[in-house]
């Protein structure tokens, strides 16, 4: 379905991640709805158009806050790997998680008793320029769960990600299996 933007609106073009701006009027096809972020098909190429920027798409309904966001409750390593698994790759519908882009999760205690969480995750390539995009928005959700006074997420090469690391789910997904 075609929509067209209302207003001016900040976007990061897929894979290079330069943010620029799509101006009002511009037709955008949505692509994929995923996590709260929004990717659209323009004349120009691919775009994500962040969670807080979709109003400016013209007739777009977001997903509601409680579809993309983890249940609240206390603070758990599943807390956390179920905020990891509200983000994706805005070019694959399978979060990061089940596309084994997450290679460790730590998690400690400071000393005001608040979580330190941090994360090493890939991409699927070196060089993508998404991958800080994708990364930020790991770790603003990580970092909105209740006690967690800090998030870190680092992207690492080691080991390279090959298909082979995705999931049973994310296979199933992608129409892999």
Same mark, same amino acid.
């Given at each position: 379905?075609?929509?067209?933007?209302?207003? #001016?609106? @900040? =976007?990061?073009? +897929?894979?290079?991640?330069?943010?620029?701006?799509?101006?009002?009027? *511009?037709?955008?096809?949505?692509?994929?709805?995923?996590?709260?972020?929004? *990717? &659209?098909?323009?004349?120009?190429?691919?775009?994500?158009?962040? /969670?807080? !920027?979709? @109003?400016?798409?013209?007739?777009?309904?977001?997903?509601?806050?409680?579809? *993309?966001?983890?249940?609240?409750?206390?603070?758990?390593?599943?807390?956390?790997?179920?905020?990891?698994?509200?983000?994706?790759?805005?070019? +694959?519908?399978?979060?990061?998680? #089940?596309?084994?882009?997450?290679?460790?999760?730590?998690?400690? /205690? !400071? =000393? =005001?008793?608040?979580?330190?969480?941090?994360? /090493?995750?890939?991409?699927?390539?070196?060089?993508?320029?998404?991958?800080?995009?994708?990364?930020?928005?790991?770790?603003?959700? +990580?970092?909105?769960?209740?006690?967690?006074?800090?998030?870190? &997420?680092?992207?690492?090469?080691?080991?390279?990600?090959?298909?082979?690391?995705?999931?049973?789910?994310?296979? /199933?997904?992608?129409?892999?299996?």
């Amino acid at each position: 379905m075609t929509h067209t933007l209302i207003q #001016d609106c @900040a =976007a990061t073009a +897929i894979p290079a991640g330069d943010v620029l701006t799509l101006v009002a009027g *511009t037709e955008v096809y949505i692509t994929q709805t995923l996590g709260g972020n929004v *990717t &659209v098909r323009t004349d120009r190429g691919l775009f994500r158009i962040a /969670k807080e !920027n979709v @109003a400016a798409i013209g007739g777009y309904v977001p997903i509601a806050p409680s579809e *993309t966001e983890p249940a609240a409750g206390d603070f758990s390593e599943q807390m956390v790997w179920a905020a990891l698994k509200t983000c994706f790759d805005p070019e +694959i519908p399978v979060n990061i998680v #089940d596309l084994g882009l997450v290679y460790d999760l730590a998690i400690e /205690k !400071n =000393a =005001a008793g608040g979580h330190v969480v941090e994360v /090493k995750m890939t991409l699927t390539a070196p060089g993508c320029g998404m991958g800080p995009v994708i990364a930020e928005d790991a770790r603003e959700k +990580i970092a909105h769960l209740p006690t967690v006074a800090s998030a870190k &997420v680092h992207i690492v090469w080691d080991p390279q990600w090959t298909p082979q690391m995705i999931s049973a789910s994310g296979r /199933k997904a992608l129409g892999l299996e």
